[in-house]
């Protein structure tokens, strides 16, 4: 099959759920930024108070949007760095407890790799959370904290996070959620006592990673510094970034309601379409309990890295499998949970520029793609 690309087509951006474009609003908020946020905001002169202003102003934006104080939020320079600081940061502080962190099966390479010796809590095949395994694992002696992602960055199911935020009070567990897929698209789920999200996910820019530990938790710094327990990143943020940030999720934040009917809508027709157009695939995650604007499907005898490169060269921009360990070379870890076909797989991830005639270009290139592939394999 000749992969020449469509020349009738223009490049189509289908990778959101990795990093989303960035919103007009936070490119302007980081030029005005750049003349007056240059300077170390905890210095004392001019300069620096000006700087100072600006984080906090962007600090009560982002708290607002959260529903929490703004002393028990911080920025860091990733939301990987985020989420593994609250990983590391809330084992360290509750070590008196125990040194065993319980996750479930499906979180982000961040967290599975701050912590590897954690206790795993298995999915059902839609992706969701088994409550009564994750019940069984917090009550158990010397755990030290849970970490549920709240809605799963590869496949879009929503995780019952309230629920097992319950389970956790009631075994004296403190609670992490890594909500970088939610925050800026749907309502913060309630009784988290650490959060982290990244401004990148919701249209800020890239570099720019929010934390919050609540009030009374105990958390202590995983890395030397001189206040311990107060967390802040390892050397200077990039302040116009970070005033960006809070700009662009206050603008997302105004427009979720609208673009998730909007997305949802267009992700259904994707979950159809694929599903009545391709032969001998599987359309995974939970459909009704799931992020508005994230499809994930594998097709039988079909390999992955092919289709997306076959796709790329038709102009589309897709992850395949795990975009967060795809160098590995290995299977995703969230579809080998979840028991589905773990091969051959496309994520498809929309955002507020993406139109219902990016997507219909899209549905009529991938049966063909798809089929040329399996034929040059021998199926």
């Keep these: 099959m000749d992969y020449t690309g469509d020349p009738a087509g223009q490049p189509v951006y289908l990778d959101a759920a990795s ?32 700087a100072q202003q600006l984080l906090e102003a962007a600090s009560a934006v982002v708290a607002e949007i959260l529903s929490v104080r703004v002393d028990e939020l911080s920025f860091w320079h990733s939301g990987t760095s985020a989420a593994q600081a609250a990983v590391l940061g809330g084992l360290k502080g509750r070590r008196r407890a ?21 206790v795993e809590v298995g999915v059902d095949r839609l992706g969701r959370l088994d409550l009564d395994a994750w019940q069984a694992a917090v009550s158990a002696p010397g755990v030290a904290l849970a970490s549920l992602i709240s809605a799963s960055h590869e496949v879009g199911t929503v995780q019952p996070v ?6 956790c009070s009631e075994a004296g567990v403190p609670l992490f959620v890594d909500a970088a ?32 530990v609540r009030k009374g938790v105990r958390w202590i710094s995983p890395h030397p510094q001189d ?3 107060r967390p802040r990143p390892q050397g200077a943020l990039d302040l116009p970034a970070v005033v960006a940030a ?22 259904d027709h994707i979950r159809q379409t694929v599903a009545a157009t391709v032969p001998d695939v599987e359309i995974v ?13 594998s097709c039988l005898y079909v390999d992955g890295e092919a289709l997306l490169h076959a796709l790329d060269r038709h102009g589309f921009a897709v992850s395949s499998g795990s975009s967060c360990t795809s160098s590995t070379l290995r299977p995703s870890h969230v579809l080998e949970a979840m028991g589905v076909l773990s091969h051959g ?5 929309l955002h507020r520029d993406t139109t219902s005639a990016e997507v219909e270009r899209f549905l009529a290139v991938l049966p063909g793609l798809v089929a040329g592939i399996r034929k040059e394999a021998g199926f």
């Excluded at 309230?162 to 389970?167: D, F, M, S, T």
């Excluded at 797989?345 to 991830?349: D, G, M, Q, T």
Aim: aromatic share 4%; charged share 20%.
């Design 162 to 167: 309230e629920e097992a935020a319950g389970l």
């Design 285 to 297: 995650g939970d459909p009704v309990q799931r992020l508005p604007h994230l499809v994930t499907f």
């Design 345 to 349: 797989n496309v994520r498809v991830s």
């Design 98 to 118: 125990g040194s065993t962190l319980v996750r479930s099966a499906i979180e982000h390479s961040s967290v599975i790799l701050a912590a590897p010796d954690a």
């Design 246 to 267: 809070a700009a662009s999720l206050r603008a997302v934040s105004a427009e979720a309601r609208a673009e998730g009917v909007r997305l949802t809508a267009l992700v």
């Design 19 to 50: 990093a989303a474009p960035l919103h007009p609003i936070a490119r302007e908020a980081m030029l005005a930024a750049l003349a007056d946020g240059w300077a170390d905001p905890a210095r004392l002169y001019a300069a620096g108070r000006r």
């Design 227 to 229: 206040d311990l327990y």
């Design 181 to 212: 897929q939610t925050v800026g698209r749907s309502p913060v789920p309630r009784g988290w006592d650490l959060l982290s999200a990244s401004a990148h996910k919701w249209g800020g820019p890239p570099g720019v990673g929010v934390l919050v």
